[in-house]
């Protein structure tokens, strides 16, 4: 029995990168799955909401995933007009989304709701100040909705990646000097294909989760499980070959 048989599923940003991952295996899974991937105000979050009910008579899942990156900047040298924009797609565009999400699984009596956050909302990376407060705010916005309406039979959760091998980090996955740069520091030696985290969204999204609600899972190939003091393993078997 597939998980999602005939399940409505409402994705932003599903035609690419992580996005488009999952709403294949949704689609695989026996979902009809609703897709937005534009350039859109969050004002239109609730006209997609309604045409989505109005296509297909009922929402089950609701997967925000849209996201939008910066480039490295301190905020003294970041443009607040981008900073609006990243918080406006990336963390509006959750709450906007949910706001006309929840009445209709409320009516239906059950609900999942997933948001694509990110490591870089668990902890600080240098010069993502805008990128990592939207997506910390995703967070703790989560947790919120998941109190309040737990209730309802209505799950929220969202899922944290470290490196996914996507369009969007393209600037420094088509860098080699970059891309080894990072992979040092994940313990796996490696970015995750986002098929890999695909699985995890879906899994939060079917009733095999039916206990798991207002969680941040962190699928990072283990890159927050470190301190970030050096590799001593590493560092004293290095050593132990120059006393030889
Ligand atoms: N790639 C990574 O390393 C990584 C790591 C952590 C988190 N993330 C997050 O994963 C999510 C998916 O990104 P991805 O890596 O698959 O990148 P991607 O660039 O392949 O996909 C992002 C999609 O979002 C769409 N989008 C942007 N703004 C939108 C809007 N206002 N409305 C609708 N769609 C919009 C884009 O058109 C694009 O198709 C994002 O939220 C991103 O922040 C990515």
């Known amino acids: 029995?597939?998980?999602?048989?005939?399940?409505?599923?409402?994705?932003?940003?599903?035609?690419?990168?992580?996005?488009?991952?999952?709403?294949?295996?949704?689609?695989?899974?026996?979902?009809?799955?609703?897709?937005?991937?534009?350039?859109?105000?969050?004002?239109?979050?609730?006209?997609?909401?309604?045409?989505?009910?109005?296509?297909?008579?009922?929402?089950?899942?609701?997967f925000h995933n849209a996201g939008l990156c910066q480039s490295p900047a301190s905020v003294v040298d970041q443009d607040p007009a981008l900073y609006q924009k990243i918080i406006n797609t990336n963390l509006f565009g959750y709450f906007y989304l949910?706001?006309?999400?929840?009445?209709?699984?409320?009516?239906?009596?059950?609900?999942a709701i997933i948001a694509t956050a990110s490591m870089a909302g668990v902890f600080g990376d240098y010069g993502f100040g805008s990128y990592g407060s939207s997506k910390a705010?995703?967070?703790?916005?989560?947790?919120?909705?998941?109190?309040?309406?737990?209730?309802?039979?209505?799950?929220?959760?969202?899922?944290?990646?470290?490196?996914?091998?996507?369009?969007?980090?393209?600037?420094?996955?088509?860098?080699?000097?970059?891309?080894?740069?990072?992979?040092?520091v994940i313990p796996m030696g490696r970015g995750a294909h986002p098929g890999e985290v695909a699985k995890v969204v879906a899994f939060l999204a079917s009733d095999d989760a039916s206990y798991i609600t207002g969680q941040a899972i962190i699928a990072d190939g283990g890159l927050t499980a470190s301190s970030g003091q050096p590799n001593f393993l590493k560092v004293f078997a290095e050593m132990q070959v120059l006393d030889a």
Not at 3 to 23: H, P, Y
Not at 98 to 111: C, V, Y
Request: hydrophobic share 45%.
């Open 137 to 184: 705010g995703i967070i703790n916005l989560t947790r919120t909705m998941a109190l309040d309406h737990a209730g309802a039979g209505i799950r929220v959760n969202c899922v944290c990646p470290g490196l996914m091998l996507t369009p969007m980090v393209a600037p420094i996955t088509e860098t080699p000097m970059l891309l080894e740069l990072l992979e040092k």
């Open 1 to 62: 029995m597939s998980r999602f048989q005939d399940k409505v599923v409402f994705i932003t940003g599903g035609t690419s990168g992580l996005g488009f991952e999952t709403a294949q295996l949704f689609i695989h899974e026996g979902a009809k799955v609703f897709i937005t991937d534009l350039e859109e105000p969050p004002e239109d979050c609730e006209a997609a909401i309604k045409a989505c009910i109005k296509h297909y008579g009922r929402l089950d899942i609701l």
């Open 98 to 111: 949910a706001k006309f999400a929840i009445p209709q699984m409320e009516k239906q009596g059950k609900g």
